[in-house]
């Protein structure tokens, strides 16, 4: 099977002050990261990146129950602070705009 994947505009709510970006694997099939927020001196706590990528994800009937989208959450040192992870036959049948929660780690 093969999907036309498009992502973007990811944003993301009650954000820890020190976080910069995120990482995006698809299926490790495709992977990319957001902008970093560069000036966070007014410690946002909501964010919006702006971007756009587009794809092509291709995969079997067992891969598409078992594939992973994950996002990473990153903060200014470069560390992971937070993941989520999706399954992709969540996202291949559910809407097209959803919201997760971000499993945030102990610092």
């Not at 992973?68 to 989520?84: A, Y």
Request: aromatic fraction near 10%; proline fraction near 3%; charged fraction near 25%.
């Amino acid at each position: 099977m093969k999907f036309k994947v498009e992502i973007g505009n990811i944003k993301a709510r009650n954000l820890p002050p020190n976080s910069s970006y995120i990482q995006i694997s698809f299926a490790e099939q495709k992977e990319f990261t957001t902008a970093k927020i560069e000036n966070n001196s007014q410690n946002l706590k909501n964010y919006s990146w702006r971007m756009h990528e587009e794809f092509e994800y291709t995969c079997n009937n067992k891969a598409l129950k078992h594939d992973e989208i994950t996002l990473t959450l990153i903060d200014k040192s470069e560390k992971e602070i937070g993941v989520v992870s999706i399954g992709m036959y969540d996202l291949a049948t559910g809407p097209s705009h959803q919201d997760f929660v971000i499993k945030m780690k102990k610092v």
